[in-house]
Protein backbone atom coordinates (compact mmCIF):
# COMPACT_ATOMS: atom_id res chain seq x y z
CA UNK A 1 0.00 0.00 0.00
CA UNK A 2 2.69 2.25 0.69
CA UNK A 3 4.44 1.72 -3.07
CA UNK A 4 0.95 2.34 -4.24
CA UNK A 5 1.04 5.77 -2.42
CA UNK A 6 4.53 6.71 -3.16
CA UNK A 7 3.89 5.76 -6.90
CA UNK A 8 0.31 8.02 -6.90
CA UNK A 9 2.43 10.61 -5.16
CA UNK A 10 5.03 10.78 -7.26
CA UNK A 11 2.54 10.69 -11.00
CA UNK A 12 0.76 13.84 -9.41
CA UNK A 13 3.87 15.90 -8.25
CA UNK A 14 5.00 14.53 -12.49
CA UNK A 15 1.51 16.10 -13.65
CA UNK A 16 1.70 18.97 -11.66
CA UNK A 17 5.12 19.59 -12.90
CA UNK A 18 4.67 19.15 -16.54
CA UNK A 19 1.21 21.44 -16.41
CA UNK A 20 3.16 24.32 -14.62
CA UNK A 21 5.96 23.90 -17.24
CA UNK A 22 3.07 24.13 -20.19
CA UNK A 23 1.52 27.30 -18.50
CA UNK A 24 4.69 29.05 -17.87
CA UNK A 25 6.40 28.51 -21.37
CA UNK A 26 2.51 30.08 -22.55
CA UNK A 27 2.57 33.08 -20.19
CA UNK A 28 6.14 33.60 -21.33
CA UNK A 29 5.05 33.55 -24.91
CA UNK A 30 2.17 35.64 -24.17
CA UNK A 31 3.82 38.05 -22.60
CA UNK A 32 6.47 38.64 -25.16
CA UNK A 33 3.71 38.84 -27.81
CA UNK A 34 2.68 41.76 -25.41
CA UNK A 35 5.63 43.05 -25.41
CA UNK A 36 5.54 43.15 -29.42
CA UNK A 37 2.13 44.51 -30.18
CA UNK A 38 3.29 47.28 -27.71
CA UNK A 39 1.89 48.88 -24.29
CA UNK A 40 -0.44 51.16 -23.61
CA UNK A 41 -0.25 54.69 -21.88
CA UNK A 42 -3.27 56.74 -20.75
CA UNK A 43 -3.21 60.86 -20.35
CA UNK A 44 -5.60 62.28 -18.66
CA UNK A 45 -7.06 66.05 -20.37
CA UNK A 46 -7.71 67.76 -16.80
CA UNK A 47 -8.12 71.07 -15.37
CA UNK A 48 -6.84 72.25 -18.74
CA UNK A 49 -3.77 69.91 -18.38
CA UNK A 50 -2.46 66.83 -20.14
CA UNK A 51 -1.40 64.44 -17.62
CA UNK A 52 1.18 63.50 -17.44
CA UNK A 53 2.74 66.75 -19.76
CA UNK A 54 5.64 64.18 -20.47
CA UNK A 55 5.24 60.83 -21.72
CA UNK A 56 8.04 58.37 -22.49
CA UNK A 57 6.54 55.93 -25.04
CA UNK A 58 7.99 53.66 -27.80
CA UNK A 59 7.22 52.73 -31.42
CA UNK A 60 4.74 50.66 -31.48
CA UNK A 61 2.73 51.61 -27.88
CA UNK A 62 -0.60 52.51 -28.01
CA UNK A 63 -1.63 56.38 -26.69
CA UNK A 64 -5.12 57.26 -24.91
CA UNK A 65 -6.44 60.32 -23.99
CA UNK A 66 -9.21 60.57 -22.19
CA UNK A 67 -11.21 64.01 -21.76
CA UNK A 68 -12.22 64.80 -18.35
CA UNK A 69 -13.04 68.16 -18.51
CA UNK A 70 -16.25 69.84 -19.37
CA UNK A 71 -15.31 71.36 -22.49
CA UNK A 72 -14.22 69.83 -25.52
CA UNK A 73 -9.93 69.55 -26.51
CA UNK A 74 -7.78 68.43 -28.95
CA UNK A 75 -4.59 66.36 -29.25
CA UNK A 76 -2.80 67.75 -31.86
CA UNK A 77 0.76 67.33 -33.18
CA UNK A 78 2.55 70.63 -33.67
CA UNK A 79 3.32 69.94 -37.34
CA UNK A 80 -0.49 69.13 -37.51
CA UNK A 81 0.66 65.01 -38.73
CA UNK A 82 -1.90 63.11 -36.34
CA UNK A 83 -4.44 64.59 -34.32
CA UNK A 84 -6.92 63.12 -32.19
CA UNK A 85 -9.85 65.07 -33.10
CA UNK A 86 -12.55 66.83 -30.91
CA UNK A 87 -12.81 64.97 -27.80
CA UNK A 88 -15.77 65.44 -25.74
CA UNK A 89 -16.38 64.97 -21.69
CA UNK A 90 -15.43 61.52 -21.05
CA UNK A 91 -14.61 60.36 -25.14
CA UNK A 92 -11.50 59.39 -25.32
CA UNK A 93 -9.23 58.68 -28.58
CA UNK A 94 -6.03 56.40 -29.42
CA UNK A 95 -2.73 56.40 -31.04
CA UNK A 96 -0.37 54.33 -32.01
CA UNK A 97 3.40 55.08 -32.02
CA UNK A 98 5.33 55.14 -35.25
CA UNK A 99 9.03 56.39 -35.67
CA UNK A 100 9.18 59.44 -36.12
CA UNK A 101 5.92 60.60 -35.22
CA UNK A 102 5.97 64.19 -34.17
CA UNK A 103 6.26 64.40 -30.48
CA UNK A 104 5.30 68.01 -29.48
CA UNK A 105 1.37 68.49 -29.22
CA UNK A 106 -0.88 70.58 -28.64
CA UNK A 107 -5.00 71.62 -27.94
CA UNK A 108 -6.09 73.19 -30.87
CA UNK A 109 -8.91 74.93 -28.69
CA UNK A 110 -6.98 75.92 -25.70
CA UNK A 111 -3.25 76.10 -27.48
CA UNK A 112 -2.28 76.71 -24.05
CA UNK A 113 -2.04 73.04 -23.03
CA UNK A 114 1.19 71.77 -24.64
CA UNK A 115 2.52 68.41 -23.66
CA UNK A 116 4.87 65.70 -25.56
CA UNK A 117 5.86 62.08 -26.12
CA UNK A 118 9.60 60.96 -26.06
CA UNK A 119 10.21 57.69 -28.38
CA UNK A 120 13.02 55.67 -26.16
CA UNK A 121 14.38 52.98 -27.56
CA UNK A 122 15.15 51.61 -30.98
CA UNK A 123 14.33 48.00 -30.72
Not at 82 to 98: F, I
Request: charged share 25%.
Amino acid sequence: MTAGFTRRAFLSKTVVAIAVTVLSSRFLTYTEDARAAGDTHVIDIKAFKFVPDTLKVRVGDTITWTNHDIVPHTATADDKSWDTGTLKRNERASLTVTAGMAPRYYCRFHPQMRAQIEIVGGD
